[in-house]
């Protein structure tokens, strides 16, 4: 079975940035890509089946998935970081402040 979904995400604002998280069990960070610019995240990827075999029943959804963020402030993406522990994503994002924002996109690597 494939699907395009919107795994659910939280987003939490702190004082000097944003902090994403994001549900994806059993997803393998090599399938996770995470891009960026001044302001807005695009994350996405693949959930892959855990056997080959005929499914008689799944419940858990397989395929491929995409969530885009926009923020209403610019964000620092250049600093961005990522981690997946746990079939947990988190991506810290600094905001920019003070800083001037250039037409900047860029892939967010996830720490291991």
Do not use: W
Request: net charge positive; no cysteine.
């Amino acid at each position: 079975m494939v699907s395009i979904e919107k795994p659910p995400i939280d987003i939490v604002e702190e004082r000097d940035g944003f902090i994403i998280i994001m549900d994806l069990p059993g997803v393998l960070p090599e399938d996770i890509e995470i891009r960026g610019d001044e302001n807005s995240v695009t994350i996405q990827g693949r959930k892959r089946p855990l056997y080959s075999g005929k499914y008689v029943l799944m419940e858990r959804s397989t395929g491929r998935f995409k969530r885009k963020v926009v923020f209403k402030d610019h964000i620092n993406i250049e600093n961005a970081q990522a981690k997946l522990e746990n079939g947990i994503l988190y991506i810290k994002i600094p905001k920019a402040m003070d800083k001037i924002v250039l037409n900047t996109k860029i892939q967010i690597l996830i720490r291991r």
